[in-house]
């Protein structure tokens, strides 16, 4: 069994400020630091961390090597990850003195997915393999029903949740990561109960991890899941 995770690849600008700017306000940033991330990367670096075998799917921009530097120095498996012209994907995030922030997100490479790159990463994928997907690519509704068809059990976080998400055909998905906000998002409940219940009654053949904040609450057993356990440390 093999775990291909396709997705982003952000450089995240972090500006700490003394006030989040306002409309046509210019401040002197106290400092800015720079950071590899994404929902993508990140979750590739923890599960390395936690012991599996990943393969990053994603595309960077001539500005990447940092990026490919960082999948390396955790054994993440970059042999479908490919450059693009143009940047990169990067946040621009301003910290206040309280700890509030606020984010600007651009594409960048993570939006110039294309069916044929799609393609030529899953054929190198058989049925039974995993495939984790978040919302900070373009394509996701085609993604999910391509490994579909290839038999891949897809994992879906379901984050940034948009549009997009109503595009996708969620009945294809094995297994659901998701926090509380999320959940919400998706069933229109806030109560956590109803939100699993929810989830439940609409897509029966999943399994569902939903994270409560500081503590974690399973729809089923755990024990009884046919997960790789990194999933399980990610959450």
Wanted: aromatic share 8%; with cysteine; proline share 2%.
């Amino acid at each position: 069994m093999k775990l291909l995770n396709m997705g982003s690849l952000n450089y995240d600008y972090v500006y700490r400020v003394s006030h989040i700017v306002k409309p046509g306000e210019t401040i002197l940033s106290k400092g800015m630091e720079i950071f590899c991330g994404g929902k993508g990367l990140n979750q590739s670096v923890a599960l390395a961390r936690a012991g599996e075998r990943v393969y990053h799917a994603g595309l960077v921009g001539m500005d990447g090597d940092l990026l490919l530097e960082t999948c390396k120095e955790n054994q993440i498996d970059t042999s479908y990850i490919k450059k693009v012209e143009g940047k990169s994907g990067h946040t621009m995030i301003q910290v206040d003195e309280n700890g509030q922030n606020c984010i600007l997100l651009y594409g960048g490479s993570n939006q110039a997915f294309t069916k044929e790159y799609i393609g030529d990463v899953l054929d190198s994928f058989d049925k039974g393999d995993w495939i984790l997907l978040q919302n900070e690519v373009n394509h996701l509704g085609y993604i999910i029903d391509q490994a579909y068809e290839k038999g891949l059990r897809i994992a879906l976080n379901p984050s940034p949740f948009n549009r997009a998400i109503y595009e996708c055909d969620l009945s294809k998905v094995s297994l659901f990561l998701l926090n509380e906000i999320e959940g919400e998002q998706i069933t229109g409940k806030s109560d956590k109960k109803e939100i699993l219940d929810t989830l439940e009654k609409r897509y029966p053949e999943a399994e569902i991890i939903l994270t409560l904040g500081s503590v974690t609450g399973w729809y089923t057993d755990i024990s009884q899941l046919n997960l790789p356990m990194g999933f399980i440390k990610l959450m």
